[in-house]
C-alpha cells in the first residue's frame, strides 16, 4: 500500500492521470476539430488578470465575484486573480488587439483551467476546466445564436454525450419596457409570497430577485411556478429576437426545451441564455452554460460590440463520458522488446527506434531481463507482441516475434518484421 504522502493536493483541486487523460485529450481534440470546421481560432489568454475585469464583467454583486476569487495584491499592490472564467479575458483581449478591424464577427474557442472558491463536491472543484467559444462583433442576427448552438450540439453529439439537453431563455435588455419593467413585476410577486420562501431566496428579493427563480430548494418550487414570467414582459426587438432564434434552431434541427426560469449566474448576459445538461451528473448537471452579451465590450471599454458565447465544464463533459463507459481501454504497448545478451543490446536499441519511428509503440526494458520475466512483464503493461531478441537471433538475422493473446511465435528478418507490423497493427 502506498504510504500517505505529507504533501496532498490542495481541496478542491486534483491530479488528473491516465487512463482518464486519454479522454481528457479526446475531448479537446474532437473539440478543436468541430470548432474549426465552424470557423473557430483558439486564443490563448493567461489565466492571471486585474481583478477589476471580472467585477465589471461578471459583476460585483454575483457569488463568483463576491465569495469566489482567488485574489491578491501583486508585489507592485495592484490587485490580481486567478480567472473564474474567461468570457472576460477574450473581450480583453478582443479591445488590447483591436480585432474590431479584423473581418466580423472574429470567432474564437478556448480551453483551459479555471479558478472558483466553491464547495468542492461530485462535478464541482476549486480548479476546473472549461472549453469555451465566443462570436465577437458584426451583428446580432439570431441566425449567430443558432449556430453556436448548434456548434455545441454537433460536439456533444460527435463525443456521444448521454442525455444531452439543450435549454434555452431570453432574459430580454436592460430597459424599463423590458427586463427592468419585469423584474420590478417579479419583485412585487416575491413579496407577496415571502413567506414561504427560505432565508436565501428571500435575501435575493432585494439584491438580485433572478437568481431567485435559480433555485432548486423543493418547498419553494410550488411558489415559483406562481410567479410571473419574463416571456410575458419582453419589449418587441427582444420577442422577435427570441422568436427567431428558436426559428433558426429549428432550420437546424437542433433540439431545444424552453426554461423560464433559466437566467444565469453572471450580470453579463441579455437576451439569449442557454443551457445544456447531460446524464451520469446528479445534481451538478450543467455542462454547458452560455448566452448573448452585447455591451460587455464596450462596459470594459471597448466599442459597442455584439457577443455570444458559451463554456463546457470540461471535467463534467468528461465525467458524464466516464459514466456512460466511454474511458478508453488503458493504453498497452505493440511491442514488449525482450532482449537478453550485449549483441542483443544494441540490436534492441536499433530495433526499438525503428519500430518507434514508424508510430508503433515499443517497450525497451532498460536492463537484460530474463525471458521469462520479460514475457511477465510485457503481457503486465497490455502488450500485443513480444520481440524476442538474444544472441542466436541477432547472429542469425531472425527475429521472433510472440502473439501474447495466443502463445504463438512467428520468425521474421529485421525488414519482414516492420512490414508485418504495419500491416497487422
Ligand atoms: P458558467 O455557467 O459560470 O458560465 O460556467 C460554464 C460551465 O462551467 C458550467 O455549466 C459548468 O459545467 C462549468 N463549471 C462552472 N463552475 C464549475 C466548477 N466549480 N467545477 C466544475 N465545473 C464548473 C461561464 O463561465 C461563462 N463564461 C460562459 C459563457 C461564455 N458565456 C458566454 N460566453
Request: charged residues 25%; neutral net charge.
Amino acid at each position: 500500500m502506498a504510504s500517505k504522502s505529507k504533501f496532498q493536493a490542495i481541496r478542491g483541486t486534483r491530479d488528473l492521470l491516465p487512463p482518464e487523460t486519454a479522454l481528457w485529450n479526446r475531448v479537446e481534440e474532437t473539440a478543436r476539430s468541430v470548432f474549426a470546421a465552424f470557423g473557430f481560432g483558439e486564443i490563448r489568454p493567461p489565466v492571471l488578470e486585474p481583478t477589476e475585469l471580472f467585477a465589471r464583467a461578471v459583476g460585483g454583486d454575483t457569488d463568483i465575484v463576491a465569495k469566489e476569487m482567488y485574489t491578491f495584491a501583486d508585489r507592485d499592490e495592484s490587485s490580481t486573480s486567478l480567472r473564474p472564467e474567461a468570457t472576460a479575458s477574450v473581450c480583453r483581449a478582443y479591445i488590447e488587439h483591436g480585432m474590431q478591424q479584423l473581418p466580423l464577427p472574429v470567432k474564437l474557442y478556448y480551453m483551459g483551467p479555471m479558478f472558483r472558491r466553491e464547495r468542492p463536491q461530485k462535478g464541482r472543484y476549486r480548479q476546473f476546466y472549461q472549453i469555451g467559444a465566443e462570436v465577437l462583433g458584426g451583428s446580432d442576427a439570431p441566425a449567430i445564436d443558432a449556430e453556436v448552438m448548434e456548434m455545441v450540439m454537433t460536439y456533444f453529439g460527435k463525443l456521444e454525450l448521454p442525455g444531452a439537453q439543450l435549454e434555452i431563455n431570453s432574459i430580454g435588455h436592460n430597459a424599463d419596457n423590458c427586463r427592468r419593467g419585469y423584474v420590478a413585476r417579479l419583485k412585487a410577486a416575491l413579496e407577496k409570497v415571502k413567506d414561504q420562501l427560505g432565508a436565501d431566496s428571500r435575501r435575493r428579493i432585494e439584491s438580485n430577485p433572478l437568481r431567485v427563480l435559480d433555485s432548486k430548494l423543493e418547498p419553494e418550487q410550488a411558489v415559483i411556478q406562481t410567479l410571473p414570467r419574463i416571456a410575458d414582459c419582453l419589449c418587441d426587438e427582444c420577442k422577435s429576437h427570441y422568436a427567431a432564434v428558436k426559428h433558426q434552431l429549428e432550420m437546424r434541427g437542433v433540439l431545444y426545451r424552453e426554461n423560464w426560469r433559466l437566467v444565469r449566474g453572471l450580470d453579463y448576459y441579455m437576451r439569449t441564455t442557454f443551457e445544456i445538461t447531460a446524464a451520469g451528473l446528479g445534481s451538478q448537471n450543467a455542462v454547458c452554460g452560455g448566452g448573448r452579451y452585447d455591451g460587455l465590450v464596450e462596459l470594459l471599454g471597448g466599442p459597442p460590440t455584439k457577443g455570444i458565447g458559451f463554456a463546457i465544464g470540461e471535467d463534467r463533459l468528461v465525467l458524464s463520458l466516464e459514466e456512460a463507459g466511454k474511458l478508453p481501454a488503458a493504453p498497452g504497448r505493440d511491442v514488449y522488446i525482450a532482449w537478453m545478451g550485449e549483441h542483443a543490446r544494441a540490436t534492441a536499441i536499433r530495433a526499438a527506434k525503428t519500430l518507434r519511428s514508424a508510430g508503433i509503440s515499443a517497450e525497451l526494458p532498460p536492463v537484460e531481463q530474463k525471458f521469462g520475466k520479460a514475457l511477465e512483464r510485457a503481457s503486465k503493461l497490455n502488450s500485443r507482441y513480444a520481440l524476442i531478441l538474444g544472441d542466436n537471433e541477432v547472429v542469425e538475422g531472425s527475429w521472433a516475434l510472440k502473439t501474447l493473446a495466443d502463445g504463438t511465435q512467428q520468425k521474421f528478418t529485421e525488414s519482414e518484421l516492420l512490414d508485418f507490423l504495419k500491416r497487422s497493427l
